[in-house]
């Protein structure tokens, strides 16, 4: 079981271009959820799904951004018309539901040049 | 609005010694508590979870503790080593909606042990 595995671990994009984000969950797990971490600040939920659903994206600006987990695939967090404030970390978690498990996948560095 | 507190600063000691650190709560009532650990450049790692009728939890050289009155957490590490030095979050989760959980997370606390 390799974990929950998230590509590509760094990922440079000029202002205006898209980012995709990819996130595979660990086998067996149905739940994932996305979260954003900027430097000396905490993880921040962005959006919650299970398969071919969004859950709850309270967290998620209401712009640019989207994300889905389709049936067969990973989960995908899509970031349109890239502007500097998006540089961050990007974490992906899954778990098979309920309250343990949660399992984080090593992220991905978006850095907007 | 909802805030969950972690030291900034960051918790130097020595090894072998007990590293206590704090996760306090406001305008939140959580049924479920989480401590994760988290190393530069990788994702937080789970560590133990605690219910909100569990008084103290116990894994190994870990103990939480989760004072629903007072709104806080303990997080303890007893004979701490220097590969214990990371940064420790604690996340609080509401009860249950439709089924979901969703971790809302402090900043996290760093910890540096000391050889």
């Known amino acids: 079981n390799a974990g929950v595995m998230q590509n590509p671990r760094h990922l440079v994009r000029r202002r205006g271009q898209e980012a995709r984000l990819r996130c595979s969950p660990m086998?067996?797990?149905?739940?994932v959820y996305w979260y954003r971490q900027l430097p000396e600040e905490g993880l921040k939920f962005m959006v919650y799904?299970?398969?071919?659903?969004?859950?709850?994206e309270s967290g998620m600006p209401k712009e640019r951004f989207s994300a889905e987990f389709p049936k067969e695939g990973p989960s995908i967090l899509r970031i349109q018309q890239v502007v500097r404030g998006d540089s961050a970390a990007y974490f992906c978690a899954s778990s098979p539901a309920g309250l343990e498990g949660y399992t984080f996948g090593s992220g991905t560095r978006l850095t907007v040049v | 609005s909802q805030k969950i507190e972690q030291n900034s600063e960051a918790l130097n000691i020595q090894e072998g010694k007990t590293a206590t650190l704090t996760c306090n709560y406001t305008?939140?009532?959580?049924?479920?508590l989480q401590w994760y650990r988290q190393d530069p450049g990788r994702g937080p790692v789970f560590l133990l979870l605690?219910?909100?009728?569990?008084k103290e939890k116990r894994k190994e050289r870990l103990k939480v503790t989760f004072d629903t009155t007072l709104k806080q957490s303990l997080f303890h590490i007893t004979a701490s080593q220097p590969a214990d030095s990371a940064t420790y979050l604690c996340?609080?989760?509401?009860?249950?909606?439709?089924?979901?959980?969703?971790?809302?997370f402090g900043r996290g606390t760093s910890l540096i042990v000391h050889p």
């Open positions: 799904l299970q398969k071919e659903n969004i859950i709850d």
């Open positions: 605690i219910r909100e009728n569990e």
């Open positions: 996340a609080l989760l509401p009860h249950a909606s439709g089924g979901s959980y969703i971790p809302t």
């Open positions: 305008n939140y009532s959580p049924a479920y």
């Open positions: 086998k067996g797990h149905s739940h």
